[in-house]
């Protein structure tokens, strides 16, 4: 089911399989990151949801202080959510991938939690792996 689709994500909820996917469309703004993860994560406690595959392939560049929220206040709040299993499809670009280890070696420096993360190439993958796991 769609959740929200417009010029930057695409928001899906698969209830029937326990997971919520969400894909980046490319560059996105500061407020429109912070406001649609804060949404996902309203989302995942609705539909109580134990998976999340996020797939930021294209979204380019993210700002020092957006790593900061995704890796603190973003990566804390899921930890603490019903989410047992993450998926994360890596950014493609070479400016996307900087930005996106910056962001896993910050998240993993703060993680005390007992998310299950992995990382992929593609959606198709990243979906065979959380359609495996029987939560």
Do not use: H
């Amino acid at each position: 089911m769609i959740l929200l689709d417009d010029k930057y994500v695409l928001v899906e909820v698969n209830q029937s399989e326990n997971y919520i996917y969400y894909v980046w469309k490319g560059f996105v703004p500061s407020n429109v990151l912070k406001e649609t993860l804060n949404k996902v994560l309203i989302w995942i406690e609705k539909y109580e949801l134990t998976k999340i595959v996020s797939n930021a392939q294209k979204i380019g560049v993210i700002s020092q202080t957006d790593q900061e929220w995704l890796a603190n206040t973003f990566a804390t709040k899921m930890m603490n959510s019903t989410i047992i299993f993450s998926a994360v499809i890596l950014p493609t670009s070479v400016f996307g991938k900087m930005s996106g280890n910056e962001i896993i070696k910050k998240s993993i420096s703060n993680n005390t939690s007992s998310l299950i993360t992995k990382y992929f190439d593609s959606k198709e993958t990243s979906l065979s792996w959380v359609r495996e796991i029987q939560k």
